[in-house]
């Protein structure tokens, strides 16, 4: 098990950013902040829920913590509901007995899916 915290450090066309992560006692992030030479940082926050599955990821904006993403899970773990930007956009999925996608719906797209017996996609 990994609690505590390590820096990576990337240098892109002469700029340097430093990337710092904190870790759970599961050895989950919790907190990533990227800072550059210019002093700008971005915190992104992460939690879980009790399954170990991820539920958030905020992103800090000054003193509020804003939601980046959030999601919902069904009986077998799979993600159900992905939201994007402070639950502005809704992804939905649903499967099958086989846990294989059937149908997706997003703000902008839709679709389903069914499958031949081996597995691949028979109609999209």
């Known amino acids: 098990m990994k609690l505590g915290s390590e820096n990576l450090w990337n ?3 002469g700029f340097i950013t430093v990337t710092d992560y904190e870790y759970n ?3 989950q992030i919790v907190k990533e ?3 550059d030479a210019m002093s700008n ?3 992104f926050q992460y939690k879980y829920d009790l399954a170990g599955r991820l539920d958030s990821v905020n992103y800090v904006d ?3 913590l804003k939601t980046f993403a959030a999601y919902t899970y069904n009986q077998n773990s799979q993600i159900s509901t992905h939201y ?3 639950n502005y956009f809704e992804h939905s999925y649903s499967y099958n007995s086989r846990n294989w996608v059937t ?3 997003g703000s902008k797209i839709q679709y389903g899916l069914s499958y031949l017996a081996n597995g691949n996609i028979s109609t999209f």
Do not use: F, T
Request: aromatic share 4%.
């Open 11 to 13: 240098k892109v066309d």
């Open 62 to 64: 000054g003193e509020r």
């Open 103 to 105: 149908s997706y719906s």
């Open 84 to 86: 994007l930007a402070n």
């Open 33 to 35: 902040i990227h800072s």
């Open 25 to 27: 006692s599961s050895n």
């Open 41 to 43: 940082l971005q915190e």
